[in-house]
């Protein structure tokens, strides 16, 4: 009766985490004050600690202990929350969205350790084809957004339920990476092939920079990887070239006045810091980020805990404004609170310090390194956009419900 019972659990758990990669992407509500990131993090918190409750009261066979390099990266995270400037918003994450705080970092490592112990090679395969299936969704509700938000505004850069262009961008890359190789591997390769064109679509259509540099980054890998398999299905492989080229070219959208909006940009920012001036021209966004990258720099330098631990998760908003370059005083975020320096690199140095960063960059090899081919181009192409960016709610529970596949296969 008691191997029932835990084989019952055993099952309702890998039903739990299924929809959770199959739902998480898809929620939002206007009933809060941030719509997308909040309720997805609710949601994890919520089917995250049932799921590791459930596994921890039903395993009674010795635990498979995870690798030592997810441990040090953890142990890190809670030396910085214990030493952190503000302990409140290090446990829970900054107030609007929760995510990155050390409660989430926690449930996101419980639930690698429950997908380690409990999860087989079919679960794992059954998830990935889970991120493919619901990317379908969410990218065809961001070309909906585009037919129907460009009749009235012109050419908008699109969001669908993830929230932000540079998210959706993020997301969608890490998923058609993951089509592509099931395009490549499966019978049902049409499905993919839909997946993989309407992902690429929904990417373009945000307008993200940092989103199609790790595109790119994850598709030189991809390619790298799968050298044979694309030599041997040239059909496929002009099949994806031509629709990628097609939409590039016919669909330019902004692109042409994003690059003129940086040289304007520069020009006017430098004109009104020298003429102590302010100019309310939408600034253009790499310029923001040299100033916060600045910034970050003088947070790390400023003294020797803070270089070491850090200043603890999420407190970035806190300790920025007394490094703030005064140059972002003549953009058109002068008045803003940033409350991410816009490189997960960064923050995780300014945030939890010297020890924090060299576990990160350590899980970073390790994860390239053990996870299965299947994955290291959607891994790649997620930090090469952290380098511009940080990972969401979704991206950070995908990264970490697969970094348990490494030690199975």
């Not at 991809?222 to 059909?235: D, E, I, M, S």
């Not at 330098?301 to 972002?328: C, M, N, W």
Request: with cysteine.
């Amino acid at each position: 009766m008691r191997s029932l019972i835990q084989s019952n659990t055993a099952q309702i758990v890998r039903s739990l985490i299924y929809t959770l990669v199959l739902t998480t992407p898809l929620i939002f509500t206007s009933s809060t004050v941030e719509g997308f990131e909040f309720p997805k993090m609710i949601v994890i918190y919520i089917v995250g600690t049932t799921i590791i409750f459930l596994f921890l009261m039903t395993r009674t066979k010795k635990l498979i202990k995870p690798k030592t390099t997810p441990v040090m990266f953890i142990l890190a995270y809670m030396a910085a929350t214990l030493t952190s400037t503000h302990i409140y918003t290090s446990l829970w994450g900054y107030y609007s969205r929760f995510n990155g705080g050390l409660v989430s970092m926690l449930v996101y490592f419980g639930l690698y350790i429950t997908a380690l112990n409990l999860l087989n090679k079919t679960n794992f395969e059954n998830i990935k084809k889970m991120m493919v299936i619901t990317s379908i969704p969410v990218s065809l509700y961001g070309i909906f957004q585009h037919l129907v938000l460009s009749k009235d505004q012109g050419t908008v850069r699109i969001f669908s339920n993830i929230g932000q262009a540079n998210w959706l961008g993020a997301y969608l890359a890490f998923c058609i990476l993951i089509a592509l190789g099931y395009m490549f591997s499966q019978r049902n390769w049409r499905l993919y092939l839909s997946a993989y064109s309407l992902g690429f679509l929904g990417l373009w259509l945000t307008f993200s920079v940092s989103s199609l540099l790790g595109l790119v980054g994850g598709l030189a890998v991809f390619t790298a990887c799968n050298r044979g398999a694309l030599v041997k299905q040239p059909r496929k492989a002009v099949a994806v070239a031509t629709f990628s080229f097609l939409v590039v070219v016919f669909m330019p959208g902004i692109w042409q006045k994003r690059i003129e909006d940086v040289y304007k940009s520069i020009t006017l920012v430098q004109t009104a810091h020298a003429q102590n001036t302010k100019q309310f021209n939408i600034s253009d966004s790499g310029l923001i980020r040299k100033g916060m990258w600045a910034g970050s720099i003088y947070i790390i330098t400023s003294d020797s805990k803070t270089f070491i631990l850090g200043s603890g998760p999420e407190t970035f908003a806190y300790v920025f404004q007394k490094h703030r370059p005064a140059f972002l005083n003549y953009t058109s975020e002068w008045e803003y609170i940033l409350n991410k320096p816009h490189n997960y690199y960064l923050e995780i140095w300014t945030t939890t310090g010297l020890i924090g960063f060299t576990t990160y960059i350590a899980l970073i090899f390790f994860a390239y390194k053990k996870v299965p081919l299947l994955i290291k181009p959607p891994f790649v192409a997620l930090f090469i956009v952290n380098i511009f960016s940080w990972p969401t709610t979704v991206l950070n529970l995908f990264f970490w419900l697969l970094l348990a596949d490494e030690q199975i296969n």
